[in-house]
T-cell receptor, first 112, second 116 residues
């Protein structure tokens, strides 16, 4: 079982809708959780980080963390075609090294 | 100017050749990483370094070596390239900061390597 799991997609949503991306992780000692956006052929770009249970909002993005259930999600409100990309979930391992483990990513397509 | 740079951006080489990929950063971060990305496999960690004297293997270090020449420079070498090392390679940096477990990463633009 991979440590960080994401549905590979593609997730297709119409422009203006809410896109919901999910991620589960196996290490209960994890303390930091990140969402990166990666356009095709480009490098990953950090868009959200979250460390405490609950919601964290930044513009159209909301990250949600539930440590008891070991999942983290990303909501994108008012989705735009420019949001079409692969979204990578990353979770810092516990045990003191704090090295991120990445999921394989979910491909999001926002169609006009 | 970009905070994290990688050279070369593209490289085509032949089986058995020695290749070096270079990474430089101006962010002042202490931690540096090398990843490879293959379609459908996500990002996989090759090596990481927490400072100049600290080098650690990642999950797929076989066939690779690294050198941390300075805080700002971290190079990746393929001693004898083979075709299954064809991939997109990313360098990343992070800062220990006030919370060591924070570790937000910043990526370079990537090097597309093809081994024939």
């Amino acid at each position: 079982q991979k440590e960080v799991e994401q549905n590979s997609g593609p997730l297709s949503v119409p422009e203006g809708a809410i896109a919901s991306l999910n991620c589960t992780y196996s290490d209960r000692g994890s303390q930091s959780f990140f969402w990166y956006r990666q356009y095709s052929g480009k490098s990953p770009e950090l868009i959200m980080s979250i460390y405490s249970n609950g919601d964290k909002e930044d513009g159209r993005f909301t990250a949600q963390l539930n440590k008891a259930s070991q999942y983290v999600s990303l909501l994108i409100r008012d989705s735009q075609p420019s949001d079409s990309a692969t979204y990578l979930c990353a979770v810092n391992r516990g045990g003191g090294s704090y090295i991120p483990t990445f999921g394989r990513g979910t491909s999001l397509i926002v169609h006009p | 100017d970009a905070d994290v740079t990688q050279t070369p951006r593209n490289r085509i080489t032949k089986t058995g050749k020695r290749i070096m990929l270079e990474c430089s950063q101006t962010k002042g971060h202490d931690r540096m990483y090398w990843y490879r990305q293959d379609p459908g496999l996500g990002l996989r960690l090759i090596y990481y370094s927490f400072d100049v004297k600290d080098i650690n293997k990642g999950e797929i270090s076989d066939g690779y070596s690294v050198s941390r020449q300075a805080q700002a420079k971290f190079s990746l070498s393929l001693e004898s390239a083979i075709p299954n090392q064809t991939a997109l390679y990313f360098c990343a940096t992070s800062d220990t900061g006030t919370r060591g477990w924070n570790n937000e990463q910043f990526f370079g633009p990537g090097t597309r390597l093809t081994v024939l």
